[in-house]
T-cell receptor, first 112, second 110 residues
Framework: QQQVKQSPQSLIVQKGGISIINCAYE??????FPWYQQFPGKGPALLIA?????SEKKEGRFTISFNKSAKQFSLHIMDSQPGDSATYFCAAHNNAGNMLTFGGGTRLMVKP | SQTIHQWPATLVQPVGSPLSLECTVE??????LYWYRQAAGRGLQLLFY??????ISSEVPQNLSASRPQDRQFILSSKKLLLSDSGFYLC?????????FGSGTRLTVV
């Protein structure tokens, strides 16, 4: 019940295209859903986050879509750039234990 | 502002040698602290977390141990490294929501 399932594991997108990464969860106690971006050899960094009372949040080219009834959320990267090539992790926060549960990660490659 | 320091950045150690990785946080008090390991091209595996001085929870049985001697200091140790301990080790802290990760230590056991 603590799992967060992330797909796809890897993704190749042409420059200018839309990158879409999906996550699904089971635990209804999750109350905060961040996305992290990790470049090779670096630690993950917070990219964007959403609370379950909001269906969408946009920051620049990055958008989170949240479907509470389906227990799914996704990251959309518009106008994808080679500099977006990185590993992306979705996560879900359990307020009861103040812990993040991470998805398995998606390795994104944006081809020029 | 809060910062997290993790060192060393890279480490090459022989099998059977000891290990000590250190992580310190500045600009906050009583943070939750975490150690993660990431194998090449893989996800984040939680190893240990701590909610206070001397309080350590282990998530995965292994050849490693953790200690928290001070509020903002978290140490990952091993008495004898195995080849399988190679990986990218990440320290993180949190107060309420979300984690802030350190820059990681690339450990290669040879």
């Amino acid at each position: 019940q603590q799992q967060v399932k992330q797909s796809p594991q890897s993704l190749i997108v042409q420059k200018g295209g839309i990158s879409i990464i999906n996550c699904a969860y089971e635990n209804t106690a999750f109350d905060y859903f961040p996305w992290y971006q990790q470049f090779p050899g670096k630690g993950p960094a917070l990219l964007i986050a959403i609370r379950p009372d909001v269906s969408e949040k946009k920051e620049g080219r990055f958008t989170i879509s949240f479907n509470k009834s389906a227990k799914q959320f996704s990251l959309h990267i518009m106008d994808s750039q080679p500099g977006d090539s990185a590993t992306y992790f979705c996560a879900a926060h359990n307020n009861a234990g103040n812990m993040l549960t991470f998805g398995g990660g998606t390795r994104l490659m944006v081809k020029p | 502002s809060q910062t997290i320091h993790q060192w060393p950045a890279t480490l090459v150690q022989p099998v059977g040698s000891p290990l000590s990785l250190e992580c310190t946080v500045e600009g906050t008090s009583n943070p939750n602290l975490y150690w993660y390991r990431q194998a090449a091209g893989r996800g984040l595996q939680l190893l240990f977390y701590s909610v206070g001085i001397g309080q350590i929870s282990s998530e995965v049985p292994q050849n490693l141990s953790a200690s928290r001697p001070q509020d903002r200091q978290f140490i990952l140790s091993s008495k004898k490294l195995l080849l399988s301990d190679s990986g990218f080790y990440l320290c993180a802290w949190s107060r309420r929501l979300g984690y802030t990760f350190g820059s990681g230590t690339r450990l290669t056991v040879v």
